[in-house]
């Protein structure tokens, strides 16, 4: 058994390690749904649950923090202090019968809440950490990066046809624009980055290569004092 959310809790082994996709519901320019950042938290911790003695599967947390996108329909977004909270209340409660919580996160909007969080409940002694889905060279946000995961994991799902160029400029570069004035203001598309040239072969890879990485992670158990699972 690699998922929880159907089982009784006789059959629960003692004292699992637990992996919560965390994710969010926010635009994803014209081609990607808006469940997007969950959909590819799931995927990555599904990929690399089997992979760890005793681990379990957990219903994905499905809204995070996304003021930044709230320029655009369909965006929800719970903001980060009560996000913060639900983290922490979530880990105090699954700590009392899991041995060790990793949150696998798909969207870089709710790092200030795995960072508060991930640090209080470490401070009251829960083995608990984060991992952020992020492959090295990604663009930021429904550009190739996402766009050829979702097509490897719900290719039904991206509307191909639509998928349009948004700003291009490195995230690290646009950040004070986006805390400052939304997503909105910096691409009118809603898409940081270049969805061309995307696939589900490229897609394949980079899930591949997440899952490993994460189940390493697990392994080695390297914590930094935010949380942040390092590997």
Do not use: I, K
């Amino acid at each position: 058994m690699t998922t929880f959310a159907g089982a009784t809790w006789p059959e629960l082994p003692e004292r699992p390690l637990l992996l919560v996709p965390l994710g969010a519901v926010e635009q994803h320019g014209h081609h990607l749904p808006l469940a997007t950042d969950t959909t590819v938290a799931c995927a990555v911790a599904e990929a690399a649950v089997d992979a760890l003695d005793g681990a379990l599967l957990a219903p994905a947390l499905a809204y995070g923090a996304s003021g930044e996108h709230e320029g655009f329909p369909g965006t929800v977004s719970l903001g980060t202090p009560a996000l913060t909270g639900l983290l922490v209340e979530y880990g105090r409660s699954a700590c009392r019968w899991a041995g060790r919580l990793v949150l696998v996160n798909g969207h870089g909007g709710n790092l200030d809440a795995l960072r508060e969080a991930g640090a209080r409940l470490r401070g009251e002694g829960r083995d608990v950490a984060w991992f952020p889905c992020a492959p090295a060279g990604a663009d930021a946000h429904a550009g190739r990066t996402e766009t050829s995961v979702m097509l490897h994991v719900e290719p039904d799902a991206v509307r191909a046809d639509r998928a349009v160029a948004g700003d291009t400029t490195p995230v690290a570069e646009l950040l004070p624009r986006l805390r400052a004035e939304g997503v909105r203001a910096v691409s009118p598309t809603g898409v940081l980055g270049d969805p061309a040239g995307a696939s589900a072969q490229e897609g394949a890879a980079l899930l591949e290569g997440l899952a490993g990485r994460l189940a390493a992670a697990v392994r080695g158990w390297d914590v930094d004092p935010s949380g942040r699972l390092r590997g």
